[in-house]
């Protein structure tokens, strides 16, 4: 049976209105009925490390795995991107229709704070099975999976599962660290000074009675939130490492390549001895239990400054870890593939990956390993 004329039409007028409509969304023009439209200053709609979506109400950006509407969302979109300033005016706009309660700065850093809490408890189960496929290389168990050359790593090997995770954290850490930027606590004697007004505030101070302007329950609320961060931070510093491209693909492929002959560890002890270091390392830096924190519940006890300690080591050992890939990547492509186009292909991948997954204050030295071991490899095989 083929549909009526008329009945078709109307589809396909249809169709191309929500086409029309799609289109002058992401021009910023907004519609308002059939043939009348009308111009509205709008946000550019960009696609950044997490997935956004579009809907037919303002502040339509939503983060994937964030629950928040409205202005709200906006203005967890705008941190996420770097636009601080942006969100504090949005925040700013939404101070203001609540009574001036608190400040835009304030309202950020708990909207931040909050969500990315609640992002992190309510992902659990996709985090724990993506982290599993990571560490475990299942990209490479796949059914119909065949051995490829290390250059061809770069396309279709990053599962999304594993992908989605490590953009989530991303974003997540970027909320977080803006919550304490915000909140001041880059500096520590405002951490100092909080904890002493919590501890010997008098009852009954006011705001403007306290060396740091801040009344005792917004002091308490702070030092939560912020304990909280640290901990979130700690936390996910080791789930961004674990679902890089350099941790599941390239160290899990050269893994795998190493154990399909046992005779490896006899020809190439220098990439055995690596291998293992890699893996001491990563238990040594980040295989450590976690301290107790906020997420464990309200009545667990904590201490904020080892939460403080604890979160900026576990920040800073993916970039030594990195470090070691980089060397055991190196050293794969300098003895172990015998074909130079396999090695430099390797080399290749490899700086691509770093130079969006490693940490600033390693890239450059990787870089640079990388580019050293391809030069020699070319002057050695006349290249």
Sequence with gaps: ?????????????????????RIHRRCGIVPRRFGVVRFALREPLVRG?????????PGDAKL??????GRVAEVLAAVSKGRIDRALLLAKELSEAAGGIEKPTQLVARECSHHAALAYQDGVESRTRGVQLAVA???????????????????????????????RS???????????????????EHLNA???????????????????????????????????????????AVVQLQTSRVYCVLHSYIGREFKQK???????????????KAGRNFTYLLGDPDPPGPLDGAAVEYDIRKLKQWSERRQAAPSGQMHIIAELISEAATNFYSDPQEALGLLD????????????????????IFRETASKLKSRHCI
């Design 194 to 236: 909080l904890l002493q007004q919590s501890q010997h505030s008098p009852e009954g101070d006011s705001p403007g009675e306290s060396g740091t302007g801040l009344s005792e329950s917004i002091v308490l609320a702070d030092l939560t939130d912020a304990a909280r961060d640290y901990q979130l931070l700690g936390k996910l």
């Design 262 to 276: 046992p005779e490896n560890i006899g020809k190439h002890p220098v990439l055995f001895t690596l291998l293992c």
């Design 349 to 368: 991948v490899a700086e691509t990956f770093f130079k969006v997954d490693c940490p600033l204050a390693e890239r450059r030295r990787t870089t640079t």
């Design 170 to 188: 991303i974003v997540l850490s970027r909320l977080c660290r803006a919550s304490l930027a915000l909140r001041g606590f880059e500096c520590e």
């Design 49 to 57: 490390a997490a997935s956004w979506t579009l809907s037919s109400s």
């Design 137 to 167: 290389g299942s990209t490479f168990d796949l059914p119909g999976r065949i051995r490829v050359p290390p250059g061809q790593l770069a396309e279709s090997f990053w599962l999304r599962e594993v992908s989605v995770q490590h953009e």
């Design 1 to 21: 049976l083929r549909p009526r004329p008329l009945l078709r039409r109307t589809t396909c007028l249809v169709m191309c209105y929500q086409m029309r409509v």
């Design 64 to 69: 994937d795995g964030i629950k928040a509407t």
